[in-house]
């Protein structure tokens, strides 16, 4: 492990960070900039990093230790409830809490999709945290279908991995895509 520190990337989330009301939290979140509508727009990332954290903002989902305490096997909810009170109430901070949107996963789904969000993310109430893939919660994409032309493929060097020229019909703007 290289231990690199990367604080200086993202200034503006550490300063806010150091003003949370304890002496120290994990929490789980994810560093995003929004777009005018609110939407995460992913490649916007790297630049804003690149203007000293301009636009930078970490989206709280879950509190995994707060003042030296394991929280992880404390119910969702009661996680979620403090790690509420931790976060400030202020549209300009730089850390926000992620809202829960009770409902049918169906229609919650369906919402996000014709919002352009990326997907959702669901977690059963009264789990505890644990790591890597389990069946407490569950990440759904929210896919766009579009019609290609194969233009041509061959091998990739370094894996052998098949690799496919695609263009769209309306325009051939030329796309890889790798399968693995």
């Given amino acids: 492990m290289r231990r690199l520190d990367w604080s200086d990337y993202y200034r503006p989330i ?16 994810e560093i995003v900039v929004l777009d005018e509508e609110g939407r995460s727009h992913f490649h916007a990332v790297k630049s804003a990093i690149s203007l000293g954290g301009r636009g930078l903002l970490f989206i709280a989902f879950d509190l995994l230790f ?5 929280l992880r096997a404390v119910r969702l909810e009661e996680r979620r409830a403090e790690l509420c009170r931790q976060i400030p109430r202020s549209p300009k901070s730089r850390l926000q809490f992620s809202e829960e ?80």
């Fill in 14 to 29: 550490v300063e806010a960070a150091g003003k949370l009301r304890c002496r120290s939290a994990v929490i789980d979140g």
């Fill in 66 to 70: 707060l003042d030296g305490r394991d």
């Fill in 101 to 180: 949107i009770a409902g049918a996963g169906a229609k919650v789904f369906a919402s996000a999709e014709q919002l352009g969000l990326e997907g959702i993310v669901s977690k059963r109430l009264g789990s505890h945290y644990r790591s890597g893939r389990v069946d407490t919660w569950r990440k759904t994409k929210c896919w766009m279908e579009s019609s290609l032309v194969l233009i041509g493929t061959e091998l990739d060097k370094r894996s052998g991995a098949p690799v496919a020229l695609l263009a769209r019909q309306w325009s051939y703007e030329g796309i890889w895509v790798t399968t693995a």
